[in-house]
């Protein structure tokens, strides 16, 4: 995306990756959740393995998890782009071939384009909408034209693919659930499913990229077996009990004091702490704006000021958490305890009267509170802050024109639920009414998927470097499309403008600029309640699982990278 491809064009592996590892064994994976298809591409139906992307489904290019944003061949061997952007060709490798042995030709990458161009997720749509043409010279050869879509990321967007067979794609279904294993040209086959509940992958034994340098060293059990758990306990339990060789602890008390069990005393299981170097992400209560009483910031901001992150780290989370400052906590691009820098000036300047000035100067924080689950001065200037908007104490507690400031907070799980009813509690202490609803997840999926919510706990994935998924996350035409993630609503010009100028930069200098300014816009918005994040990756595993000396330096999900660089030890 900027700059130059850290490694050489004849590499001959991912530096996190290991070669030599050897190949096979099972892996046992225990996922929290359900899943209802096998769809994934299509936003009637987001209940779908997300791990089935690089296992099963490739794309055209593949990114580097040890770069920001560099994507290296996979089904194209080579790629042809100038300097503006504009136009990329993909050349296929004529190796390559689906499952069924059929060869990937550039009719099923144009055939992938336009069906999920009109039928795929939102912002796949949006995406791919920004393409003047697309054209198939030959078998091998794909052009698309990017004249006049002004977005540097495009490209990224367009090797990051998946491509679909066109002779084992059913257009007029596509749009339904399905549980029929599907037909794809990644490592792995779907060899068994149980609607729900189970999936067993196997390696293919003619994968066609084996000895591809994106691929070395990568997919290396025999076979995969998923079982999904409804309930965290029951999840943990089967951990324990063997049923499953790794986890991913994100309990901080878990991971303090649940590790006691025999199979850790007898070293039949191990911890191991991961440090990425990638962004958090975001996580916290968002604010539904569509709802009326959320309209005016400074609701939003009094509301935000009585979550009392100091008790909840010392008392429920074991003191392992830091509080999230930005929406891109932990990286270069955080605007967090940083003064605008002149080119932040530049394009915040069409906007006056959008920022405070103590976010212009790096000097807002979330409140700290005096930890002892009671303090008075942030509630006063809560109070005070809604006394602005109108709001003033009555028996029913704060109302504004006869009515009380009453909303619920919708969770999927008790830990999410432990959380709520703290943030609840203390907001009662101003008069503010906050409702805890528990529901399950499908539930949960279908009011989030339509707005159906006043506040709920929204997560948004990190990002090695912010680019176009920003117009998903905040921008304006997402804030009305059902089942996209701008879960607050967020329309803004600024915001909008900052993510243009985001997509659009062509130096480093230039995107740290874009980013910081959008950070400051949107921690101005206060469009969530910003909760915490651990800087490490919690681990523990079976001990014959291994993985290279270095582990990559951005990962996404911590499942994809075992899936890709992990191994079972032969005994």
């Given at each position: ?37 096998l769809n ?25 998890e ?10 194209a061997?080579?790629v ?7 136009h990329?060709?993909f050349?296929?490798?004529?190796r390559?071939?689906?499952?069924d ?6 009719a ?47 490209p ?27 037909l ?5 086959i ?7 509940e ?7 034994p ?7 340098p ?21 999840l ?30 007898e ?27 959320f ?17 909840i780290?010392?008392n ?8 999230t ?10 605007a967090s ?25 790096g ?30 104490p ?6 504004k024109?006869?009515?009380p ?9 008790h830990d ?6 703290n943030?609840s ?58 089942g ?9 010009p600024?915001?909008?403008?900052m ?21 400051r ?9 910003p ?14 699982l ?12 911590p499942?994809?990278m075992i ?9």
């Amino acid at each position: 995306m900027v700059g130059e491809p850290e490694l050489p064009a004849d590499f001959d592996h991912f530096p996190y990756a290991e070669p030599s590892a050897p190949k096979g064994g099972r892996l046992r994976l225990g996922v929290l959740g359900t899943f209802e298809n096998l769809n994934r591409f299509n936003i009637k139906f987001l209940r779908a393995p997300l791990f089935l992307q690089g296992a099963v489904y490739e794309s055209l290019m593949t990114r580097s998890e040890d770069e920001e944003k560099t994507y290296y061949g996979l089904i194209a061997e080579s790629v042809d782009i100038d300097d503006a952007r504009e136009h990329v060709v993909f050349h296929l490798d004529p190796r390559a071939h689906f499952s069924d042995g059929a060869s990937i030709t550039a009719a099923d990458v144009a055939f992938t384009f336009a069906l999920l161009k009109e039928q795929g997720l939102p912002q796949t749509r949006a995406e791919f909408s920004l393409v003047k043409s697309i054209d198939a010279p030959d078998a091998r050869t794909v052009r698309f034209d990017l004249t006049g879509a002004n977005d540097r990321e495009l490209p990224l967007a367009l090797a990051a693919m998946p491509v679909l067979p066109k002779h084992a794609t059913d257009v007029e279904r596509f749009s339904e659930a399905t549980l029929a294993p599907p037909l794809a040209s990644g490592p792995y086959i779907v060899s068994e499913v149980n609607a729900g509940e189970r999936l067993l992958l196997r390696r293919d034994p003619n994968y066609w990229g084996n000895d591809l340098p994106a691929r070395r060293g990568f997919f290396n059990f025999a076979e995969v077996e998923v079982d999904y758990y409804r309930d965290a306990g029951a999840l943990f339990e089967a951990f324990k009990a063997g049923l499953v060789d790794f986890r991913e602890e994100t309990s901080a008390t878990q991971w303090a004091q649940g590790y006691n069990f025999p199979a850790m005393s007898e070293g039949r299981i191990v911890k191991e702490t991961i440090r990425p170097t990638r962004p958090v992400g975001i996580e916290g209560f968002g604010f539904n704006l569509r709802r009326e009483i959320f309209r005016d910031p400074r609701v939003r901001e009094a509301i935000a000021m009585m979550l009392d992150f100091e008790w909840i780290n010392a008392n429920l989370l074991s003191g392992l958490y830091r509080r999230t400052q930005s929406y891109f906590d932990e990286s270069v691009y955080s605007a967090s305890r940083k003064p605008a820098s002149g080119a932040e000036r530049a394009l915040l300047a069409r906007f006056p009267g959008v920022l405070r000035e103590d976010i212009l100067e790096g000097r807002w924080l979330p409140p700290a509170h005096d930890g002892s689950g009671r303090d008075r001065a942030i509630a006063r200037r809560a109070i005070a802050l809604l006394t602005e908007v109108g709001y003033q104490p009555s028996p029913a507690g704060l109302t504004k024109g006869g009515s009380p400031l009453r909303f619920e907070i919708l969770v999927r799980s008790h830990d999410e639920e432990r959380l709520a009813l703290n943030f609840s509690a203390s907001l009662a202490r101003i008069g503010v009414d906050a409702q805890v609803r528990l529901v399950e997840e499908a539930q949960y999926n279908r009011n989030r998927q339509n707005f159906d919510f006043d506040m709920l706990v929204g997560q948004w994935l990190p990002v090695a470097e912010p680019g176009a998924e920003q117009r998903a996350r905040w921008g304006s035409p997402a804030a009305s499309q059902a089942g996209s993630v701008n879960l607050c609503g967020v329309a803004s010009p600024a915001v909008d403008a900052m993510i243009d100028a985001l997509v659009a930069a062509r130096s480093k200098e230039d995107l740290i600029a874009a980013a910081r300014a959008l950070d400051r816009v949107l921690i101005s918005g206060f469009y969530f309640v910003p909760l915490y994040h651990a800087t490490d990756i919690y681990t523990a595993h079976v001990p014959q699982l291994r993985h290279a000396a270095s582990n990559p330096r951005h990962p996404m999900f911590p499942y994809n990278m075992i899936l890709e660089g992990w191994w079972r030890e032969r005994p």
